[in-house]
Each structure stands twice: as structure tokens, then as C-alpha cells.
């Protein structure tokens, strides 16, 4: 018997909803099945979420759609990393650069050979060694070369966007493939004697029937929590901001090819710099800040005059204890919510629309692919709040009650293991389905003062005159490359600038 899902249904229009239907459609072809997206314009979406991770450029290849012209038309600019401001103490700043640090010399990695020479002052800031992280600094931008002889093969970038346009370019991709989209609310939910969705219905009285659900309602998780009693693993504990107040700002002068995430008394404030505006918001503890405060700081912190009033969202950090239960998978924050520090939510759209293609399941819904899908995405999830969990833990802030609690408050065993094997030797293990590597651990730990008390011994039996030679020449090609580079402006009007209204 046929047993392929022909109904697709997707239950709302946000970000995760529209890049859904998307690869869904691509993936599938038009006409093979039908794939049908409700989402209500009254209820709104969260309208958030404008810095991304340089993975998305496999998304956005797997769609086949055009890098100049999804800039142009979402207002977008290019990332090449997040600087950080006073995150490790007042005052001091450092870069998460998207690209590797150096190259491995025989075999040993690049961080411990410029650590044996950092440590004796023969090696200059290990930023220098990084081609975004200089290009960051001089606000210059190129696209990566994918010849692997080429410097700038070493780079990386993602974009910043415009969260509503986003949505737009997808709903029109995906419109234009064949996907369906149905205005309204749905109020009411139908299931099957074993518990199986059968069909949402519409407050117009309209029932859209499917075999498969894709639950991107947003926080409130319609079917998989409100429906399906899924469960929720709260990691407040670890991430204890809760609310963000977000505004839109006039742009300041030149947009910097990365993201700012700047430390204030009860949490951060991001700092998104588009085309046509610039993205802001404060992620803060309700514990130790009012919202009032928290707008006040945010507004007194603005590159130009605030284009709007702001917004207070509220959030708990954490996932949902299983994303698949029977034929509904949760994506997006109907999945879970990981706060914004390290841009990892829309990723995470993507790894679980990645993992559901790869374990597509058909009308029996195999048990044991469903365990794996879950398994998978939780072990992302949690790495990945390991290492948010990293910039908060270690700090030397101790100038409020916020930064006490995170400088001393007890962290997962797995991110405590992580931090001691650094700490020892300067030494970095990947675990299976991590998404940071070792140049983002290496960036964040040096970046927040954890330096190794020694190296790999490994190092002691290379050639220190060379290695001293190795690091200049690197140093020096990548100064060379970047002084090459036209500015993100530049780089942006010759090839995807929006146009203006
Ligand atoms: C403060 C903050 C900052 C963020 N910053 C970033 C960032 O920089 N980078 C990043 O990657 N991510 C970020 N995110 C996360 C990002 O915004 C989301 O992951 C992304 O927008 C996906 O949202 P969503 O589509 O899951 O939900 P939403 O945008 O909330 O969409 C939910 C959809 O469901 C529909 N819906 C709900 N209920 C019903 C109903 N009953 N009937 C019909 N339709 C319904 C709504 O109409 C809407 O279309 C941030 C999130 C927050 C809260």
C-alpha cells in the first residue's frame, strides 16, 4: 500500500513557518503533495530575529535562490562575527569572528602554537591571525574564495536581515512552488481516536486536513505543547534572561559588518545594522531589571532616533521536551528558545527542517525515526546552550547583583569539562552534532579570559624560529588580503544595494 504523505500542513507564517514551506516545496516539487500554510495576521509573529550564522548560506543554496537579489530584497548586510563589549570586564571588548584562527602547523593546532608564543610576547592578539577579524575591524567585506590555496578561503559570513522581509521573500518563493497559504485563526484542533492530528479549523469555519503537521506557532506551541502535552526543559537556571525589549533605530553612519552585543547591568543589548535601519534590543533578567529600566537603557543606547515605540517580548530559555510526537514536528519557537546571543534560533529552523528531510517519515511514522529526530536535536540544543551558558559564567563582572549570580552560579557538568580541558592545556575536543567548533570555543574562551596555563606538548618539538616566521607570514597575508578588501559599504552599493523607497 502507498503510504507517502501527501498532506502537508503548516501551522503558522513566522520565519520558521515560510522557510518550512520553502525547502518543503523545494524539495518536493510542486505537485507531488499538497503543502498548505495557515498563519493569522491578526495574532502577528514575533518580528524579531535579524542576525543569522554562517550555515544559512547552505540553506539558502539548497534553495537555489540568488545572494544578491535576497540581500537587495530583505535590506540585508553581511556578518562576519559578533563583537562583544564589556562581557568579560567594563570596558573590554573581543570578536567572535565566523572563520578559523591561522592554519594547524603539522598537525597542531593553530591556538596552541600562538599560545606558547603569546605567552613569551613573540606573537601578537590572536585576532590578527583571522581574516574577518580584521576585516571586522577595518569594516571591509569580501565573499569567501572557495580555492583552498586562497586567504580568504578562511572566511566566513552570514547575514543580518530584515525579519518581516524575510518572511515575504520566502512566502514568495514558496508561493510561487506551489505552496498554499491560509489566512486566519485557527481555533480549534482535531484528532484521530489514537491521538493523531486530523485537522486545524479556522475561526471562518474552513477545515484544512493533513497527514503531516509542522507546528511553527510561535512561543505558545499550538499542537505540539497545547495539544500534545509535549513538555518543556526550562534552562533558566543557566540563561536567566527572560524578556527583551526590542527597537528599530534610525542607521548611524556606516553599517559594521558584524553584530554588537554590548553587556549592561542585567543583560545585553544586540545591535543589528541594516540597509534601512538598525535593529536593537536588551535581553534582560526580570528578576534584577524592571521593564521600564530596561527601555530606558535601551533608548539612552540607540545609534539614531527610535522609529518606533519599543516592544517587550517575554521568553523562557529551553526546549520542548520532544520536538516530534506523533505526526506533528515543532519548529522555531514552537520548539524552543535559546536567547539571541550567538543568532542560533533561525539555525536551528534549519537543522530541524535538515534532520526532518533526512528521516522524512511516511503515514506509519516509524517510532524509531521519530527517537532519532528527537535525540539529534536535542544534543544540538544542548551544545549549543553550553556555549551560551560560556559568555555568561565566565566574567570577572562582579558590578551588580545579574552579574553576580552568573559569575558564580553552578553550569551544566558538560560545559565545566569543556572550560577545564581549555583551561589545562588549551585543549578542544568536537562532540558529534556540535555546531560551534574550535575556532568559535577558542574565540569566546580567550575572548573572555580563559587562557591555558600551558600547551600542547606537541608544540615544544616544532622549530620555534619557524613558527615564529609561520605566524608572521600569516599575519602579514592576511593584512595584505583585507587591505584589498572594499568596504561593506562599498561591497553592498556595487552589488545588492536595496533599493531606496
Ligand atoms: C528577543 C528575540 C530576539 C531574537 N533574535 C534572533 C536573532 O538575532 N537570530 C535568530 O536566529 N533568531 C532570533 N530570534 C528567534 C527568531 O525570532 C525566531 O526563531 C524566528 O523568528 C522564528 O519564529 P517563529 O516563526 O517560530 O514564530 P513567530 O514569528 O511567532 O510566528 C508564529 C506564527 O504562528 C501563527 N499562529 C500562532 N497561533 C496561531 C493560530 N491559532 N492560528 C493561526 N496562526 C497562528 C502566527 O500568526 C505567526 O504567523 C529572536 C527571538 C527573540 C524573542
Known sequence: MDQRIRKIVIVGGGTAGWMAAAAFARAFGAGARSIRLVESEEIGRVGVGEATIPPINTFNSMLGIDENDFVRKTQGTFKLGIEFVNWTRLGHRYLHPFGEFGIDIEAVKFHQVWHKLHSRGEAADISEYCVPAVACRMNRFARTD???????????????????????????????????????????????????????????????????????????????????????????????????????????????????????????????????????????????????????????????????????????????????????????????????????????????ITRLLALFPDRDFNQREIDEYNKLMTSQYERIRDFIILHYHATERRDSPFWEYCGTMPIPETLAHKIELFRRRGRLFQHEYELFVDANWVAVLLGQNIVPESWDPLVDALDERALRQKLEQIRGAIRITVDGMPTHRAFIDRNCAAQVN
Open 146 to 352: 572557495p580555492d583552498p590555496r586562497s586567504v580568504l578561503s578562511r572566511l566566513k559570513y552570514a547575514f543580518h536581515f530584515d525579519a518581516s522581509l524575510y518572511a515575504a521573500y520566502l512566502r514568495g518563493y514558496a508561493e510561487a512552488r506551489g505552496v498554499q497559504r491560509h489566512e486566519g485563526e485557527i481555533v480549534e484542533v482535531q484528532r484521530r481516536a489514537d491521538g493523531f492530528i486530523e485537522a486545524v479549523k479556522l475561526a471562518s469555519g474552513e477545515r484544512i486536513e493533513g497527514e503531516l503537521f509542522i507546528d511553527c506557532s510561535g512561543f505558545r506551541g499550538l499542537l505540539i505543547e497545547q495539544t500534545l502535552a509535549a513538555g518543556y526543559e526550562d534552562w533558566s537556571r543557566w540563561l536567566p534572561c527572560d524578556r527583551a525589549a526590542a527597537v528599530q533605530c534610525a542607521s548611524g553612519g556606516e553599517f559594521t559588518p558584524y553584530t554588537r552585543a554590548t553587556a549592561h547591568k542585567a543583560g545585553w543589548q544586540w545591535r543589528i545594522p541594516l540597509q534601512h535601519r538598525t535593529g536593537n534590543g536588551y535581553v534582560f533578567c526580570s528578576r534584577y531589571l524592571s521593564d521600564d529600566e530596561a527601555i530606558a537603557t535601551l533608548l539612552g543606547n540607540l545609534d539614531g532616533q527610535a522609529l518606533m515605540d519599543p516592544k517587550i517580548l517575554k521568553f523562557t530559555g529551553g526546549m520542548r521536551r520532544k520536538a516530534w510526537i506523533k505526526n506533528v514536528v515543532a519548529l522555531g519557537l514552537a520548539s524552543g528558545f535559546m536567547e539571541p546571543l550567538e543568532s542560533t534560533s533561525i539555525h536551528l529552523v534549519q537543522a530541524g
